[in-house]
């Protein structure tokens, strides 16, 4: 099986030229003489970039395919131009054992459009009691190497710190949901002048910066991986700066809609916007997308949060946090981070697909565009510009924040092992 990218420029940079890719793999990269039987895919000058990985995705199966499956959620991940996401554990049941973790990995394959691992569980039941079996999941034919609790924070220090601990063992790392509970009880959105003067009961910058900087000490002491997840304020910027500097082995990850939309939205009362942690201050943002820009926050993830409409078109305080993603971050990313000249395509291909997939320990995703490296590839054209529909995207639920917006860049190829998953907005 062959397949011939013509005319594509790596990364958006030098002239266009053919990419040859054999038995999933790129065997040549110049003008290449097209063997008889290949596919032939028409680059006409696009972008082409490492296929995206998304350390941070809610995929709802098992528990509420009403609202997505690893189907679905696959489908919208090869459209948005991933090659691999990491399933969050918060479905029902937990993702807390190997007989969970296991079928979200085969299911994955199953479905064949983008590979699926999943995350585990930090803790029984997403109950912040005690330990989940890190090492059977990790023994597993999944290989969980990214464990959490997401949805929740791991608030307990003594577990934080047994699962670090742990985990040095597996060579995995363990992402944290930032958020004292303790500090956002009855929480709605950002603790700020738009909170107060709307009457939204607040959720202070403190309880995320708080567990950002008791986790770094943890992870330095215990010599242990800790990934922070959806950073949302400007001193978790500077705590993270901080906790690097003196090596602790800490990523982080940014959300599109962190990078993009602020708590202005507030004014709306529309829960659409309603997501955890909240959106930010316009201050905040400016911060991330310079730390993103600097690698002082590695990586974007989309925090893709599918809701039903009875979750999530109802009055704020009973609508659940979270929004759609996959199939939106690379035009957000386009619009915060390139357009502004923050990243180029080499940036973006750092922060959606290299340092995600070394974080995730995927050793064939987030490679270089050369011979010899596995052909998972992202096709962009990046002077188009689409229309956002919830309806319209892949997934189940339609909850997407960008209803209406006009957004620059369009994914027009995914390609996972070789194969062409999605062309031109239509799975293959
Ligand atoms: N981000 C959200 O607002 N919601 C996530 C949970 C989470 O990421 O904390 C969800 O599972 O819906
Ligand atoms: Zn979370
Ligand atoms: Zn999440």
Redesign the pocket.
Known sequence: MSLVIKGARPYGEGEPVDVLIEDGVITAIGPVSVPEDAEILDAGGQVLLPGFVDLHT?LREPGREDTETIDSGSAAAALGGYTAVFA?A?TDPVADNALVTDHVWRRGQEVGLVDVHPVGAVTVGLKGEKLAELGTMAKGSAAVRVFSD??VCVADPLLMRRALEYSTALDAVIAQ?AEEPRLTVGAQAHEGEKSARLGYPGWPASAEESIVARDCLLALHAKARLHVC?VSTAGTVDVLRWAKDRGTKVSAEVTPHHLLLTDERLETYDPVNK??PPLRTGGDVEKLRAALAEGVIDCVAT?H?P?AVQDKDTEWSAA???MLGLQTALSVVARAMVEPGLLDWRGVARVMSERPAAIGNLPDHGRPVEVGEPANLTLVDPAAEWTVRGAELASIAANTPYEGMRLPAVVTATVLRGRITAREGKIC
Do not use: E, L, S
């Open positions: 809610h969050m918060n997401d949805g949901h959806h997501v955890n925090d949060a809701h659940r946090p979270g």
